[in-house]
T-cell receptor
């Protein structure tokens, strides 16, 4: 069975702090895909990034970076110099290679205070 | 950009009513999904469709049905609404023919449904 665990239910930081959101996944598949989504207070889930199981290269996009480590089954998300606009619920999700469904974690509520 | 449009942001209905939630996507995606989101439970898949007139049950299909008569439109139907169906409903679509590949699901803005 597949499972995604986001152990941090809520995180609160002050603007300009760096923050890391943890994601640990479980799967027996050798081919799988990982995703991060952002859900601001308006409600829409916004796709941020995907990573294939065979590609452990880390990625940086502006203030966002992602660290994928198969050895620890983790796909962590770091926001550098956080801003108030980063306040949202962030979801990590897992997809099997040949399956339609996404398995979501419960989400982490990030609050960035001015 | 992909656009997934849900017909209502907020909806209030009464117990026992038949409720229709509509979702339209403009990117010719094969797959469409309906989720509900509840505090502490995260996102749970209700139904999905991988082609016109095709549907598959998700994790919590009880009390719901779906309809996909056209590729761009996927409707969620609450046959007889109950208070425990008060929730946030999210529609999504994706370009993953046969379920393979890493194409992400793209979501609509959500419908906050209240059943009184």
């Amino acid at each position: 069975a597949q499972k995604v665990t986001q152990a941090q239910t809520e995180i609160s930081v002050v603007e300009k702090e760096d923050v890391t959101l943890d994601c640990v996944y479980e799967t027996r598949d050798t081919t799988y895909y990982l995703f991060w989504y952002k859900q601001p207070p308006s409600g829409e889930l916004v796709f941020l990034i995907r990573r294939n199981s065979f590609d452990e290269q880390n990625e940086i996009s502006g203030r966002y970076s992602w660290n994928f480590q198969k050895s620890t089954s983790s796909f962590n998300f770091t926001i550098t110099a956080s801003q108030v606009v980063d306040s949202a619920v962030y979801f990590c999700a897992l997809k099997r290679g040949s399956n339609y469904k996404l398995t979501f974690g419960k989400g982490t509520l990030l609050t960035v205070n001015p | 950009d992909v656009k997934v449009t849900q017909s209502s942001r907020y909806l209030v209905k009464r117990t026992g009513e038949k409720v229709f939630l509509e979702c339209v996507q403009d990117m010719d995606h094969e797959n469409m999904f309906w989720y509900r989101q509840d505090p502490g439970l995260g996102l749970r898949l209700i139904y999905f469709s991988y082609d016109v007139k095709m549907k598959e049950k998700g994790d919590i299909p009880e009390g719901y049905s779906v309809s996909r008569e056209k590729k761009e439109r996927f409707s969620l139907i609450l046959e007889s609404a109950s208070t425990n169906q008060t929730s946030m409903y999210l529609c999504a679509s994706s370009l993953m023919k046969g379920g393979r590949g890493n194409q992400p699901q793209h979501f609509g803005d959500g419908t906050r449904l209240s059943i009184l």
